[in-house]
Structures are given as structure tokens and as C-alpha cells.
Nanobody
Framework: QVQLVESGGGLVQAGGSLRLSCAAS????????MGWYRQAPGEQRELVAT???????NYADSVKGRFTISRDNAKNTMYLQMNSLKPEDTAVYYC??????????????WGKGTLVTVSS
């Protein structure tokens, strides 16, 4: 069974920083692309940033220059460094990963999310 567990969310003032982590655990063969998504109240889930197994990254325009996605393949962990946070960054942040297991090809897995609240 594969699990993705996010951590690092919390309450921060505008202009502050937070670092989110997403750790993959369980029985799997390999992790391909990983990404962070977020969902604000009353809104649809949206892409924040993605990273390939080789380290290539992609960001939503709204977070470019403020957020940095990274991963440690040896630890099966992905990070999101969030700087210069704005109230509009308030959302539940979800981890997503393409993971292959012994009995199935690559498929998407989701974490349960971590809440980030940015006060003005």
C-alpha cells in the first residue's frame, strides 16, 4: 500500500515563509513525476508546481519567483519552499505522485492535504 503524507502547513502572516514536505511510503517500485496542488475554499483544485524524477520543474504563474519545488529521491520526499506568502495562497495543499508498484503500472496517488493559512 502506497501512502503520501504531507506536513509543514500552518498559519503564517503575509510575507512569511513555510516549507511543505511530502513523504512517500509503502511498497512501490519507483516514483516518476511529483507535484503540489492546492484547493482554496469554494475553488477547484489547481496545479502549483511539478517536478520530474530528473529534477525538471514547472510552476503556476501565480507562484513563480516565490515558491520552489524540490525532491530528495533517496528519501522519497518532495518539498515546497513557499516565500513571500500572500493571503490568496491560503488553501489546502495536496501532494501528488506517479508511482509504480509490483502489480500495476504507474498511477497517480494523492496525499490527504495540509492546510496553509496566510493572514493579512
Amino acid at each position: 500500500q502506497v501512502q503520501l503524507v504531507e506536513s509543514g502547513g500552518g498559519l503564517v502572516q503575509a510575507g512569511g515563509s513555510l516549507r511543505l514536505s511530502c513523504a512517500a511510503s509503502g511498497s512501490f517500485l519507483s516514483i516518476s513525476d511529483m507535484g503540489w496542488y492546492r484547493q482554496a475554499p469554494g475553488e477547484q483544485r489547481e496545479l502549483v508546481a511539478t517536478i520530474t524524477s530528473g529534477g525538471s520543474t514547472n510552476y503556476a504563474d501565480s507562484v513563480k519567483g516565490r515558491f520552489t519545488i524540490s525532491r530528495d529521491n533517496a528519501k522519497n520526499t518532495m518539498y515546497l519552499q513557499m516565500n513571500s506568502l500572500k493571503p490568496e495562497d491560503t488553501a489546502v495543499y495536496y501532494c501528488n505522485a506517479l508511482i509504480s508498484i509490483l502489480t500495476a503500472p504507474y498511477r497517480h496517488y494523492w496525499g490527504k492535504g495540509t492546510l496553509v493559512t496566510v493572514s493579512s
